[in-house]
Nanobody, 124 residues
Framework: QVQLVESGGGLVQHGGSLRLSCAAS????????MGWFRQAPGKEREFVAR????????TYADSVKGRFTISRDNAKNTVFLQMNSLKPEDTAVYYC?????????????????WGQGTQVTVSS
């Protein structure tokens, strides 16, 4: 069982930056790949980024590539999402999720555990 708690969301202006954190419980954090997803009102939950358990391999959605960076600190059971050059279309609830599979999944249904989400709002 893994419990996830996101933090760091808020209101930021177009072009600004935010850093999201996701703290995980449990002793096997490094055995899980971690993903960030987002869901805007009226839209489906979409993949943002993923990082392997070791932190070596990262995958990004095209819409955030070059602007967002996913990282993790396995000693602190935490995964981060650094978001730069934010746009109004980045406005959404952001969720972190854990996946016990080594396959690079981007579909939300493939992830085993989810946090409660944190709101990110980018004003124009």
């Amino acid at each position: 069982q893994v419990q996830l708690v996101e933090s760091g969301g808020g209101l930021v202006q177009h072009g600004g930056s935010l850093r999201l954190s996701c703290a995980a419980s449990g002793r096997t954090f490094s055995s899980y790949a971690m993903g960030w997803f987002r869901q805007a009102p009226g839209k489906e939950r979409e993949f943002v980024a993923r990082i392997s358990g070791s932190g070596i391999r990262t995958t990004y959605a095209d819409s955030v590539k070059g602007r967002f960076t996913i990282s993790r600190d396995n000693a602190k059971n935490t995964v981060f999402l650094q978001m730069n050059s934010l746009k109004p279309e980045d406005t959404a609830v952001y969720y972190c999720a854990a996946d016990g599979s080594p396959i690079v999944w981007t579909a939300p249904s493939r992830y085993d555990y989810w946090g409660q989400g944190t709101q990110v709002t980018v004003s124009s």
